[in-house]
């Protein structure tokens, strides 16, 4: 059995990295503390917490335990919330934990609108293929995330020079949440 005690503790600790571990074992022994409330109220707290990696632990946490909270409809109405953070890794995590509690979430037509917004092409900005291929060229990381791709991310281009390209893969190149070709 965990010791809850010590959960306790480091759901409210000074560091973000003890309240995000706090939150992550919450989400697996959940089933397994002796004062549910007490474990529910510290991951609800950890839900608002300043730090974002402890949000997005705590929203992963909230759908691993999701069926064992007594109160379904607060910890639906959390799960709504993280879908309106502002950072996308929290929003995303909420929803891979919707995917899990969709079945006893109450207010379906609510979750439908969030992951619709989620998924929709809202708050998305437009760049350009051109301007992707530029970063590759000169070796540049490489980091956009929620964008749509206007044209052809073709590196197959004639007399393109193939030695920045290893340099740039070599480097961080993440592009998250397109739409686009590639």
Same mark, same amino acid.
Request: charge should be negative.
């Given at each position: 059995?965990?010791?809850?005690?010590?959960?306790?503790?480091?759901?409210?600790?000074?560091?973000?990295?003890?309240?995000?571990?706090?939150?992550?074992?919450?989400?697996?022994?959940?089933?397994?503390?002796p004062d549910k409330t007490l474990a529910w109220q510290d991951?609800?707290?950890?839900?608002?917490?300043?730090?974002?990696?402890?949000?997005?632990?705590?929203?992963?946490?909230?759908?691993?335990?999701?069926?064992?909270?007594?109160?379904?409809?607060?910890?639906?109405?959390?799960?709504?919330?993280?879908?309106?953070?502002?950072?996308?890794?929290?929003?995303?995590?909420?929803?891979?934990?919707?995917?899990?509690?969709?079945?006893?979430?109450?207010?379906?037509?609510?979750?439908?609108?969030? *992951?619709?917004?989620?998924?929709?092409?809202?708050?998305?900005?437009?760049?350009?293929?051109?301007?992707? *291929?530029?970063?590759?060229?000169?070796?540049?990381?490489?980091?956009?995330?929620?964008?749509?791709?206007?044209?052809?991310?073709?590196?197959?281009?004639?007399?393109?020079?193939?030695?920045?390209?290893?340099?740039?893969?070599?480097?961080?190149?993440?592009?998250?949440?397109?739409?686009g070709r590639f």
């Amino acid at each position: 059995m965990p010791d809850q005690a010590n959960i306790h503790r480091m759901a409210a600790d000074e560091d973000s990295e003890v309240r995000g571990r706090a939150a992550s074992v919450l989400g697996e022994a959940f089933s397994q503390v002796p004062d549910k409330t007490l474990a529910w109220q510290d991951l609800h707290r950890l839900m608002g917490d300043e730090d974002s990696s402890v949000r997005w632990r705590a929203a992963n946490a909230l759908g691993e335990a999701f069926s064992q909270f007594p109160d379904k409809k607060l910890a639906g109405q959390d799960l709504h919330k993280l879908m309106r953070d502002e950072d996308s890794k929290v929003r995303l995590e909420t929803a891979s934990a919707l995917r899990v509690a969709f079945r006893q979430v109450t207010g379906k037509n609510l979750v439908w609108q969030d *992951l619709l917004r989620l998924v929709g092409d809202e708050g998305l900005r437009e760049v350009s293929a051109s301007e992707i *291929l530029d970063k590759i060229k000169k070796g540049e990381p490489i980091e956009y995330d929620r964008i749509i791709i206007k044209g052809d991310l073709d590196i197959r281009i004639e007399g393109f020079d193939l030695a920045p390209i290893r340099r740039a893969l070599n480097s961080c190149v993440n592009i998250f949440n397109f739409y686009g070709r590639f």
